[in-house]
């Protein structure tokens, strides 16, 4: 597959509690975005990091936050769960972080918020 | 901000029918890219459109980005029942700095033995 993995796969949570999950990139990409999926819906872009700062952040409120790692790898957080929060966590890595880099997903975290 | 829209948003066709999605994005594009997630999976990419009016094939799969680089078109001939699943397109807007890829909400594809 693409090389990318996410852990853990699946995750179950209550409302207001907190949750980091976590993003090994493909080897060789310094950049990693994640994105938010609903059922049904398209990927929605919440942040990308590139070179271990963040570089550029869609339409989510500040209790998301991301860090990256010197080995590229990624991780997400979430404060304050709400049941909304409930869906499908993707990250993707990218050689670069310009428009033209390829994004490669990983399987995904799905989280429940109960 | 930047709206990405996809028709139809369910298709189901016999096996053997060909098939068609259009996307349009209310602002001009960068690039367009598409991915195909199939059930419980996770997006994978397809293609990438650049040029203004670029046509790529695969096998089976056609490939069209607009003129104005604001719409593109994906086109399956002859469905098989490997096809099923939900295509996206996804672009970025053109302008320096911009690569937050939007995506559009997808078109899932059924495809009837």
């Known amino acids: 597959e693409t090389g990318v993995t996410q852990s853990p796969t699946h995750l179950i949570k209550t409302r207001g509690q907190q949750v980091t999950l976590r993003c090994s990139s493909q080897s060789g990409h310094n950049t990693v975005s994640w994105y938010q999926q609903a059922l049904g819906q398209g990927p929605q872009f919440i942040f990308q990091y590139y070179r271990e700062e963040e570089n550029g952040r869609g339409n989510f409120p500040p209790r998301f936050s991301g860090l990256q790692f010197p080995n590229y790898s990624s991780e997400l957080n979430v404060n304050a769960l709400e049941l909304d929060d409930s869906a499908l966590y993707l990250c993707?890595?990218?050689?670069?972080?310009?428009?033209?880099?390829?994004?490669?997903f990983g399987a995904g975290t799905r989280l429940s918020v109960l | 901000g930047q709206q990405v829209m996809q028709i139809p948003q369910y298709q189901h066709v016999q096996e053997g029918e060909d098939f068609t999605t259009y996307c349009n994005s209310s602002t001009t594009l960068s690039n367009i890219q598409w991915y195909k997630q199939r059930p419980g999976g996770h997006p994978v990419f397809l293609i990438q459109?650049?040029?203004?009016?670029e046509v790529k094939k695969q096998k089976r799969l056609t490939f069209q980005f607009g003129e104005a680089k604001k719409n593109s078109s994906l086109h399956i001939t002859a469905t098989q029942t490997t096809d099923v699943g939900t295509y996206f397109c996804a672009g970025p807007p053109s302008g320096a700095g911009s690569y937050q890829l939007t995506f559009g909400k997808g078109t899932k594809l059924s495809v009837i033995p």
């Open positions: 993707a890595s990218s050689l670069g972080s310009g428009a033209k880099n390829i994004q490669y």
């Open positions: 459109l650049v040029k203004s009016g």
